[in-house]
């Protein structure tokens, strides 16, 4: 069974800094890996999806790697913003049939510090 | 924003009634699941629909069941809620596109007293 670590729980930075989120997996047979971001009360905002034959997706100032052989990811943001902060969630995916099937982390609460 | 919306946001409820969630897409995708989040578990997959009247249970279906009678609802039932059953409840939608990402619902928060 997949299973999905991430760790700190909580971390609060400077804003401006730059800074690496953490994602752990047991099974290096996944489809994709996914990043979300969520807001208090809200639900999940997809923020970047790695297919298993990538290492890395960037988007703004926001960049994923993948690293299968060591069951890793991170979430690198760059000049972190107060509005950054969120709890960010990684997401294993695994393909049966077209059906992607998302197994989820707890999730690292991120606060920004103005 | 994906078209998708849930009724109702907010729900108190006593243990052993019957509880009716639904979810309601307006993109006409193929793929479309129930999730709860609760502290220290994170997001888990209660039941999940591959098209209409096709579903199939996920990692905590227990005490849940669902239907799809239109590609566009999907319903979540609580048969007899437990108050094990507090929680949030989030759906979520995906098209049959390979390695396309699930988009959100805004969530039900439902508490079983």
């Known amino acids: 069974k997949q299973e999905v670590t991430q760790i700190p729980a909580a971390l609060s930075v400077p804003e401006g800094e730059n800074l690496v989120l953490n994602c752990s997996f047991t099974?290096?047979?996944?489809?994709?890996l996914q990043w979300f971001r969520q807001d208090p009360g809200k639900g999940l905002t997809s923020l970047l999806l790695?297919?298993?034959?990538?290492r890395e997706q960037t988007s703004g100032r926001l960049n994923a790697s993948l690293d299968k052989s060591s069951g890793r990811s991170t979430l690198y943001i760059a000049a972190s913003q107060p509005g950054d902060s969120a709890t960010y969630l990684c997401?294993?995916?695994?393909?049966?049939?077209?059906?992607?099937?998302?197994?989820f982390g707890t999730g690292t609460r991120l606060t920004i510090i103005p | 924003d994906a078209g998708i919306t849930q009724s109702p946001r907010h729900k108190v409820t006593e243990t052993g009634t019957p509880v009716t969630l639904r979810c309601h897409q307006t993109e006409n995708h193929r793929y479309m699941y129930w999730y709860r989040q609760d502290p220290g578990h994170g997001l888990r997959l209660i039941h999940y629909?591959?098209?209409?009247?096709?579903?199939d249970k996920g990692e905590v279906s227990d005490g849940y069941s669902v239907s799809r009678s239109k590609t566009e609802d999907f319903l979540l039932t609580l048969e007899s809620a437990t108050s094990s059953q507090t929680s949030v409840y989030f759906c979520?939608?995906?098209?049959?596109?390979?390695?396309?990402?699930?988009?959100f619902g805004p969530g039900t928060r439902l508490l079983v007293l």
């Open positions: 099974d290096s047979a996944i489809y994709n």
């Open positions: 629909s591959y098209g209409v009247k096709d579903t």
């Open positions: 979520a939608i995906r098209s049959d596109r390979r390695q396309e990402t699930q988009y």
């Open positions: 790695i297919q298993s034959s990538q």
């Open positions: 997401a294993i995916a695994l393909s049966n049939f077209g059906n992607e099937k998302l197994t």
